[in-house]
């Protein structure tokens, strides 16, 4: 047993990747790496099989007294700095059982006859209780638990990220709350908004999908073959194993101050009803709701790569970068560009996991454990576009020339205003005469003050269309950007 080490690739190996998230863009996401590896399910693996373990203990059986406390520190130890070295032993047992739930049990408990010595080894409490590792279970109780571990701390890794974009976006709706931007509904120029009205409204949405990819509760069965608990009650038929699986399930899983004597836990959901898998219900829930977040990000992405083309945005430069191999003077949206990509391939991957994962013919096929391999990706994809769009929005410069030029060149949005005071004082035809006045031509701001000098409406409501212009003429958006 050693120390937790970093499970990436080696230079070369990063090379020769298949997938580039392993590849390219590896050290970018060395936070999913422990977690959604084959050495980080080993490890979950590993944890719930021991909090099992040290939980029988506690049931008052009589052939598995209670734990000393320096055994439980033992268990404890072991799943708290679980390495990917341990998890290459446990492979190599697998050679020979060619079954890898069963490798991690030996590995656990020892094996003579695989000449696996196990973590047991030199404590004869834990080896006299041998058999009680994997007591009553089967693969799923262990893979479901290891599952729902692992999407636990996937998603606070995916949620930093959301967390951050959301923060960002929301100090530029405040510094940009009070600067005009012409609107573009249809590509064409509407009235006029302010940036930080704009960036406001994406953050009131992120805020939104990340709480209901938050809220999704993390599921876990612990109910044996075909969810009855039939080995159990064969065993010890007068335990209340439904009410022991909730608390294994459910009690919180150790802290580095959790007393030795204190129950422990998963810190997941107890799912009480399945077959012999956990129906995956909950995680095409949160998947879906990760979805969701991907498609308000990839809104924003084209969105934002819009306004820089506009010139409504300039880019920070970085010394060195090239922007193309043979215009020089480029400086392309590429961290906007590169989001939109990453968030495509995670939701098509995302939505495959929630359409197929939920469906297992009878009481269980294999067709979602190869699948689940690939949740890490998914998510992977999801939190590598994260950190380009925080990059971006990093490098964003505003422009208040270009967008004050753009505002000056579109006069015609003050026919809105207008024609609705024209409708207020019951003026005939108001939106007509705007309409022809406006449609399909340029407008000047002499041609608007001239037609509103000619209207038959109080001298007080005459002043204040005088007034307009298209900078000014951004209603509440101020107020609604600064308060987001």
């Not at 990063?14 to 490890?43: C, N, Q, V």
């Not at 989001?339 to 939701?347: F, K, Q, R, Y």
Request: aromatic residues 8%; contains cysteine.
């Amino acid at each position: 047993m050693h120390a937790h080490a970093d499970a990436s690739l080696a230079p070369d190996a990063a090379l020769t990747a298949l997938s580039p998230l392993d590849g390219r863009y590896a050290p970018k996401l060395a936070a999913l790496r422990p977690i959604f590896s084959e050495y980080g399910f080993m490890h979950r693996r590993v944890q719930v099989e021991l909090t099992w373990f040290e939980r029988l203990s506690d049931l008052g059986l009589p052939e598995f007294p209670p734990l000393s406390a320096a055994a439980r520190a033992h268990l404890r130890r072991v799943a708290r700095d679980f390495s990917p070295a341990d998890a290459a032993a446990i492979k190599a047992i697998e050679k020979t059982t060619n079954h890898d739930v069963k490798a991690v049990e030996y590995w656990i408990r020892g094996n003579p006859e695989l000449g696996v010595p196990g973590v047991f080894a030199g404590w004869p409490e834990l080896q006299r209780a041998g058999e009680f590792v994997h007591f009553a279970c089967t693969s799923e109780d262990i893979n479901n638990t290891s599952h729902a571990l692992q999407l636990q701390a996937g998603r606070a890794v995916l949620l930093q990220g959301l967390d951050a974009i959301i923060e960002r976006l929301r100090a530029f709706a405040h510094a940009w709350a009070e600067q005009p931007m012409l609107s573009r509904t249809h590509g064409q120029t509407a009235s006029p908004t302010t940036v930080g009205k704009e960036l406001a409204n994406v953050v009131v949405r992120l805020q939104a999908a990340r709480e209901r990819v938050a809220g999704v509760p993390l599921r876990a069965k612990m109910n044996g073959a075909v969810g009855n608990y039939n080995a159990h009650l064969a065993a010890y038929p007068e335990v209340d194993w439904e009410a022991f699986a909730r608390s294994v399930v459910e009690t919180p899983a150790p802290g580095a101050d959790t007393p030795a004597d204190a129950p422990i836990g998963l810190g997941l959901t107890f799912q009480p009803y399945s077959i012999q898998i956990e129906p995956h219900d909950y995680m095409a829930e949160l998947f879906d709701a990760v979805a969701r977040s991907n498609t308000i990000l990839i809104d924003l992405a084209r969105d934002v790569w819009g306004y820089i083309s506009l010139g409504y945005f300039k880019q920070k430069l970085k010394a060195g970068e090239i922007g193309s191999s043979t215009m020089p003077h480029k400086v392309n949206p590429i961290d906007f560009e590169n989001a939109e990509g990453n968030l495509g391939l995670a939701n098509a991957l995302l939505r495959h996991l929630s359409d197929k994962l939920p469906i297992s013919r009878w009481q269980r096929d294999l067709t979602d454990s190869t699948v689940l391999r690939n949740m890490g990706v998914a998510l992977g994809y999801a939190v590598l576009a994260h950190q380009s769009l925080l990059t971006g929005l990093g490098k964003l410069e505003l422009d208040a020339q270009a967008l004050a030029a753009d505002l000056d060149a579109a006069w015609e949005v003050l026919a809105e205003p207008i024609q609705t005071v024209m409708r207020r004082y019951g003026v005939p035809g108001a939106y007509e005469r705007l309409k022809a006045a406006t449609r399909g031509q340029r407008v000047t701001p002499e041609a608007l003050r001239a037609l509103v000098a000619d209207l038959p409406i109080p001298e007080e409501a005459k002043a204040r269309l005088l007034a307009l212009t298209p900078d000014r003429y951004t209603g509440q958006a101020a107020q609604l950007a600064r308060r987001v």
